[in-house]
């Protein structure tokens, strides 16, 4: 399954944006998801990950309370919703499909090309 990120771009800080990750060439149905994101200089930490039914998901210290991830499995898509942003949330944001989930989701079978999100103090 190819997947592809998008919704980036530059906010300022309070601000919102949402990223949407569209699947092609299989379903989502079974696949436990995440968004991860790596800051310049940093290496790619989880952000959100979600196990296929949707009822059960795991974000990062950092954005809990902020963030809030879900997927629309009839629109074979997964969503970020990022509110009360911060310059530190700057980084590409990369969706993840897995067949198994962990909260970490550890063993990715499938990354999206990422999307760019800027947050301006």
């Known amino acids: 399954v190819q997947l592809q990120a998008s919704g980036g771009g530059l906010v300022q800080a309070g601000g919102s944006l949402r990223l949407s990750c569209a699947a092609s060439?299989?379903?989502?149905?079974?696949?436990?998801l995440g968004w991860f994101r790596q800051a310049p200089g940093k290496e790619r930490e989880v952000v959100a990950t979600?196990?296929?039914?949707?009822?059960?998901?795991f974000y990062t210290d950092s954005v809990k309370g902020r963030f809030t991830i879900s997927r629309d499995n009839a629109k074979n898509t997964l969503y970020l919703q990022m509110n009360s942003l911060k310059p530190e949330d700057t980084a590409v944001y990369y969706c993840?499909?897995?067949?198994?989930?962990?909260?970490?989701?550890?063993?990715?079978?499938?990354w999206g090309h990422g999307t760019l999100v800027t947050v301006s103090s």
């Open positions: 060439g299989g379903t989502l149905r079974r696949k436990a």
């Open positions: 993840a499909a897995s067949e198994d989930w962990d909260q970490d989701l550890r063993k990715v079978g499938s």
């Open positions: 979600i196990a296929w039914s949707g009822g059960i998901t």
